[in-house]
């Protein structure tokens, strides 16, 4: 019902930014909220940002609080998340998912549709 595109990823020197963005299409934006996820090799997915359907609350995740800034656009079906202060830890697969019901924000299990991830390097 809801298919999600991720781009912008890409291979950047420590400090650089770098802006997201995920793309739905079909029942778009009829959910709860969109987040971003990443993983790294040899980790689980983590959760980075959540975004409610209105925009008007978001979540982060500790580790980038204050880095990054999750917000939509739902004009564009359209969600992006701008990473500033790009650190060596923060390279990994990122997804954009979508979830339907109230509940934990993040959590993957939470979560009933995915993208299929873009790729985030950040270089020393």
């Known amino acids: 019902q809801v298919q999600l595109v991720e781009s912008g990823g890409g291979l950047l020197q420590a400090g650089g930014s770098l802006r997201l963005s995920c793309a739905a299409s079909g029942r778009t934006f009829s959910n709860y909220a969109m987040s971003w996820f990443r993983q790294a090799p040899g980790k689980e997915r983590e959760f980075v940002a959540a975004i409610s359907w209105s925009g008007d609350n978001t979540y982060y995740a500790n580790s980038v609080k204050g880095r990054f800034t999750i917000s939509r656009d739902n004009a564009k079906n359209t969600v992006y998340l701008q990473m500033n202060s790009l650190k060596p830890e923060d390279t990994a697969v990122y997804y954009c998912?979508?979830?339907?019901?109230?509940?934990?924000?993040?959590?993957?299990?939470?979560?009933?549709?995915w993208g299929q991830g873009t790729q985030v390097t950040v270089s020393s």
């Open positions: 998912a979508s979830k339907g019901l109230a509940g934990l924000v993040n959590v993957p299990t939470q979560y009933n549709y």
